[in-house]
């Protein structure tokens, strides 16, 4: 028997990246979570502690920092890809990298119902994100563009039933015509292609995709929270030639009615216990038939089916 | 020598009371976590273990999911008296109560332009807050109103600079004429008096109390955030002649300029690297000088000078 | 009206501050969460934004770490102690200095049964604490020492009842003769006594008065967590005449056995669901008689009745 | 184009099952964290909410709490096998199932130097984990395991260096001969074969495993992380012939010695500040050249390279 090496990869997780534009006076705000990472021939440094071949994390974080000067930030996608192809450039040992962005979101501050020149109060709704993974060089180089965002909590207060499931001994769970349906939504969608160079303007595809993603919620009635999401993604993909596949992840987040028959209280679907522990988990994916292979786009990604 | 008990109070912590109004097809929600204590005679339990003084704290919780429907939430506060003066009735030997209420806010789902009637997006900006203390019955019943938030987090990317202070042999902080002033501000507003019946349009004063504060923090050029934080409580006072005294906690998040010299580029304010911790912690009060006596508003209120 | 300032304190919260004792091949680590913060005269600073009285937060975290080596860190009382009376010297304006302190234990690896030299592992259970306040200078200087834990997770599986409460229309609770009672302890205790100067072995004591608790928990038959509480106080009391008042703070971390009925299975207290909320929050103190007076010694303390 | 249903699960996620085995007066107390989940032909409820195929996860979590009673918990491992195995039972049209357990360790509390029968203290180190997926029926069944532990948090204090690395133009890190090295580290191993029915003491198998990987930690000289991973799996791999590949997920918790050069003090490694963000993060895998394939053992595992 012998030890063998496997897969493997390091970098620098969670640089805070903040960049302002200061050009005039109403500045702008970018305000960025940035981990990279490097795939590559790096058996020397797990087997004999050789460093030669590492470029350390250290310059990774280097490189962010500096990037969001020398490149800007015009979107998370557009400074993840020029950062994402600069270390296959800056590290010929590594034949992969991963740069995944987090984005935070700032909303001007009003002052006489006008936005603020440079006060800022963060929104606080979803995280949005974007995973670029670039592989091989020159004209092997492929690049994968996967935006989203986590966290987005949305509720329905009614239009959501439950019923007509499968049941075994272990069943007691009763059907419902009506229940609150709230998730923590985490979705990421996959653009076509592997080109570095895209047209795509990253902004406001993100806003139209959430804005179609969020009115499907609203207007679908439910009968299960995979429908929802089947029908919220379908719509994307009807929208969106260039997305070629969505991921979700999406807790059920129960709220369960609580009895308050004891009391002599009617509760009609009026007051809920929000419960925390144990929650449903529903993942699923969509993508159009027609669209590339997702190659090494979801490699790493976190928590996806 | 003999072991005295001291102060003492129990309750039920962070209920999850979630409250939906369905009257009409455009349903409205109020999303609460709802903690409840009583102060009083409980030494026989501490001393013997005998729970005959003591309301347990599942009552508690039964009596707040209860209250959400019987009284209703038309404002933390409102539904926050009701529920700490019903709990004086409830148990004989509690001398006081305290409700504090956390509320988490909803906005609606837009669908073409339109607020969805039951779909609901979380707003995840700053978290509203309501501390309500009960003391004593009757005629001598004394009831304090303490209204807040958490974690409005709010950011100015010039129009801040820290210079002048004390130097000791440990001091290396260079002098700033611009720098990035950020916080995740806590603040909380007592109103005058101690009457159970108010007049007072709850929401609205919480709206616009939060306008006042957002607007000086943009438009005061700081010195330092202790001057920052006692403008916005000025302003408040000012304009709110039933607020009589305001309780400010805020980390200084410091965002610390970049070196990219190394790089061979410029750093005028551009790139930052916001920092975790060590943070900088400013705790502030003010009040008007014919205001009442806070009594017993603050007890065991977290988090304040 | 006029607007005046009240109560204010500043200072650098959470230094990570890691001290290695290497002067032997075994090396020692004490690993510490230091928060320190002063208060004083410092109106110029709220109402001018005029910093000439302001010893910086950065100052003040430069002094937490150079103390961790010119004073060293034999323990996280004698340390803060150190601290907070250098900065009543350091700052004139300052009429008082809180110094906060978390330490997280490590253990040595073991190596064929023998604890390694300079590898450790944290043992991760309780957070150990200790706040020091000062107040004043030369002869009217006074020092108070609040030494604790946070976190300290027990159970027990049985030796737990609760019964012969009091009842009003709200409640449903069915009397229990045996259950699962568990809390996350935080517990604390002021020393008695305001002297700068002391002889107590603080690392000593902290074992002595953890294990005084653990034991009173697990050997108290419990009516109720009050009960259990008050005598884990009253026992390190009888046995730690320095020790002058002890505060708890215990979450009823909620253990609710599992109805297994509908599938035909017995649960006589073996299945339990653990909750996270709500949570019964119970807190007490107990003292001597013939304890000094408190003073500022809670001040600022977070999480207490 | 027409859009297609790609990969999906739905489980129920965190369950806090408890089991208390009281047969004598010693009691012992298994406290896990289960999600479970399944995939299969789940097509028609997300195209057309048709939920007929669908075990609710209610069900899951009702028998994922029976099952500590009628199978009970001897190992996180070898419940979860007997949970996994029976989905495929109950649920004709899933085709696979996976449960993921962790697990909190409780010590007994001593008194009097002896462990006591039914108190016990959280030790609040690692978290032990399993990872057990379920494939196909019958003479087709495949049941990868895959044990674990999150978090341990260990520390060397010298013995590691970190130089001779890659450099380009952002590079800036000096080289060290010493340094502390810190992580909290995440390790999975899965163990060879395929078969639902093994004879491994899972317990003994836990321990030993953590242990040989603990000594590798402390005893191996680093000059890498990667170097110190490859050591632990290496060692382990050695040792259990059973144990097939083995993952590691470290972060490198920064510890930054401070310039005490300023106050006129030196810092020969006495003085860290331990960095929370941004952090070095080092995956990597090791396997013996003569394993099985890992097939379907590291699908929807979290946070593997």
Chains 1, 2, 3, 4 share one sequence.
Do not use: C
Request: without cysteine.
């Amino acid at each position: 028997m012998s030890v063998v090496l496997g897969s493997n990869r390091y970098g620098k997780a969670e640089n805070r990246v903040v960049r302002v534009y200061r050009d005039t006076a109403r500045h702008e705000i970018r305000d960025l979570n940035v981990s990279t990472s490097l795939r590559g021939d790096f058996e020397d440094a797990h087997v004999a502690g050789d460093q030669t071949k590492v470029l350390p994390t250290d310059t990774q974080k280097n490189t962010a920092f500096a990037y969001a000067k020398e490149h800007g930030v015009s979107s998370p996608e557009d400074y993840a890809i020029a950062l994402g192809t600069h270390f296959l450039d800056a590290a010929p040992p590594a034949t992969g990298a991963q740069i995944a962005v987090e984005e935070y979101v700032w909303d001007r501050i009003l002052v006489d119902g006008e936005g603020h020149d440079h006060s800022f109060v963060r929104r606080g709704t979803e995280t949005r994100t974007a995973v670029v993974t670039v592989d091989g060089r020159a004209s092997e180089q492929r690049v994968w563009v996967v935006s989203g965002f986590t966290d987005l909590v949305v509720l329905k207060s009614t239009g959501s039933e439950f019923k007509g499931f499968l049941k075994d001994d272990y069943t007691t769970l009763a059907e419902t015509d009506d229940r609150i349906m709230a998730t923590s939504l985490t979705a990421r969608w996959r653009y076509d292609g592997t080109s570095a160079e895209r047209d795509t303007d990253w902004n406001v595809e993100y806003e139209d995709v959430k804005a179609i993603m969020l009115a499907a919620f609203a207007t679908t009635y439910s009968r299960a929270l995979q429908q929802t999401l089947y029908g919220m993604g379908k719509n994307v993909l009807e929208a969106h030639p260039e997305v070629a596949e969505i991921k979700f992840s999406a807790p059920n987040k129960h709220h369960f009615v609580v009895d308050l028959a004891p009391f002599g209280l009617e509760n009609n679907g009026e007051v809920f216990i929000a419960a925390d522990r144990p929650y449903g988990l529903i993942e699923a994916s969509v993508s159009r038939d027609d669209s590339s292979e997702s190659g090494l786009a979801w490699q790493s990604v976190p928590g996806f089916a």
